[in-house]
């Protein structure tokens, strides 16, 4: 029998399995502590949650190569100011709604979810709700009874009436006008907005 | 244990009533408990529990198929929503309990002692399995809640493979703590071994990482952020070395491969699995708000994420091939390779094949990560604990000879084929949905909901979704048969198992 080299011996391997593993975990904690710098909400990622007071728009930005978010100026959610201790209460209550009713394990968020409904990221930019003006009428109407509002495409999926109250579906507007407004890094890729037209 | 409130004489009474309906499957089944220590007595009421919610898995995965192509079937009863929670939290859990019951399994042989704390391990799987119980209850009867954090405590907090409610998180965090100390004692007592080390740490970084999952955020930026160090975590590291563990003790009972190969082996792939999987992580981090660098990062690591894959197969096969596939159990050999590849094709190539960012952008959140969900749950870890569960009936029906040309042999070998090909098939109709989406969704519709409809709607995508529901009848098939073999290989064999002897 000839001796095992060292490259092959246990200790060895031994070793490098716990320096690999704290390594890797070291260099994930740093990078986790940066990542939560940068995307706390009103900062340059993600912003603040009184965004919902302002129109938001996804477009392509030519130097940066990618599609990025774009506020705007002044645009009222159900025509109102929110301060933004009210905006984040109301961005809760539709983040709670959204849990509550399970939305995940049909619709995705971010990209991430279920895949029997569409993705909801830029949900608030979506052509689907005819025009502006009668967008935020068209997303409450649809929330709160799903199935006489369903346009199924042909698909004949309808989302289930889930008991969304008035003040919830409020809620979960509110959340979706301000998830729009999140810098995906270019994801989804070649949206056209509900604004396109206007332009 | 859905009566839990009812009062002591009933609760005894029932307990009573279902030991002796135990009793009776027991003789019927022809299990003696007199062949198991009690760390493996404890590990086969897990491994019960986890074919029960393996069944559950299929039935709702079936449900869910349907809707997708009948949606209006059980519309507003059972929504989609509801049969997907319970499939893939089935899945999760029924995964877990195999975990579990193969680390009862070996705890004591491992440790050369008794297992510690047996006591309270027993209740633990009780307490777990009641809570389980009530959980999907809940799920079926109540479905969903007000916007509010009473329905995250009591319902459900809609957080895909993390839905339990709060109150049942804190119970399975108290369940796992049980868990970590029976390990963790028994080992103490009794001697450490490679296999022990890397299991007890695994464990500690297993149940620590649940704890990130815990919390409520609105900034959804923030909340997936720490969601994917449950879940990626979890099932791309730790649960990755936890089959290595089992595998490496597998490979050692049944091969009678050297001690020393298999932990040098382990410690290779644990380098190579943390060493990817850790900042893999930054696959999931493309587009959810989080910097740009994780592009780079996580395009990276998941690309290098393969790579402990191939070291395991070459592994599982190496070893077996170098005792020219003499083993003896035949049928749990046979899932330990389907496991080797599986997990090699399902993580690993599946994996890669759609986590580059430049092609992530268009596969991101189609049916392409159902495609890859499919075939790496069942390739890394469903084959596993199959493979285990006919070594644990081997040993409870009292060591008896299980291989190739038993009789009723042909039970194993198809449950073997069909659960093999009908998962396959799932992945390749879901893998072609995948495309179809990532095309006319993706690329060309610019992901509007227009363009997601019409890929929905697309022929092509309809067909695929029919060849699921044709492959999922397939793997429910040869689930039913795997289920049905498991409670009689062996029964009545009168020949023992060739004796292995360790090569150390």
Known sequence: ?199 | MTNMSANPETVTENTSALKNKLQALHSWAAVDDSTLNDGQKLAVKYFMGAVILFIFQILFGLLAAAQFIAPNFLYEILDFSVNRMVHINAMILWMLYGFIGCTYWLLEDESGTEIAGLKFGVLGFWVLSAAITVVVLVYLLVQTGAGNDTTLWLINEGREYIEAPRWADIGIVIVMLIFFYNVVMTFSKGKWSGIAGVLTLDLVALAGLYLAGMFYMTNITHEQFWWWWVIHLWVEATWEVLVGVIMAWSLMTILGVSRKIVTTWLYIEVALMFGSGILGLGHHYFWIGTPEYWLTIGGFFSALEPIPLVAMVVHAVYDSGERGFKNMNHPAMAWLIAHAFGNFFGAGVWGFMHTLPQINLYTHGTQWSASHGHLAFFGAYATINIAFFYIAIQHWRGNVWMGADSPNSWRWKWALALLNIGVLGMTIALLIAGYEQSFIERAIGGSTWGGYFAAQTHPSFMTAMHWRMLFGWVTATGLGLLVWDLLTIGKGETRKAEVITHSE
């Open chain 1, 1 to 199: 029998m000839s001796e095992t080299p060292k490259w092959a011996s246990e200790p060895f391997w031994k070793k490098v399995a716990v320096w690999v593993t704290a390594g890797s975990f070291l260099i994930l904690v740093i990078l986790t502590f940066d990542t939560l710098e940068q995307t706390k909400a009103g900062g340059k990622r993600v912003p603040a949650y009184s965004v919902i007071n302002k129109k938001i728009d996804y477009q392509f930005d030519k130097k940066l190569n990618k599609f990025m978010p774009v506020i705007g100026g002044e645009e009222l959610l159900f025509g109102k100011i929110f301060t933004e201790e009210e905006a984040e209460q109301l961005v809760t209550l539709g983040k709670k709604t959204t849990q509550a009713k399970n939305c995940m394990n049909c619709h995705t968020l971010l990209g991430n979810g279920a895949y029997y409904a569409p993705d909801l990221t830029k949900a608030w930019l979506d052509q689907g709700w005819l025009t502006v003006d009668l967008r935020e009428e068209q997303m409450l109407k649809f929330l709160m009874d799903p199935e006489k509002n369903a346009r199924t495409f042909g698909t004949g999926r309808k989302m289930p009436n889930l008991d969304i109250t008035e003040e919830e579906a409020r809620g979960v507007v509110a959340f979706l006008k301000w998830m729009s407004s999140i810098d995906t890094n270019g994801f989804p890729y070649n949206f056209t907005t509900i604004y396109a037209e206007d332009d």
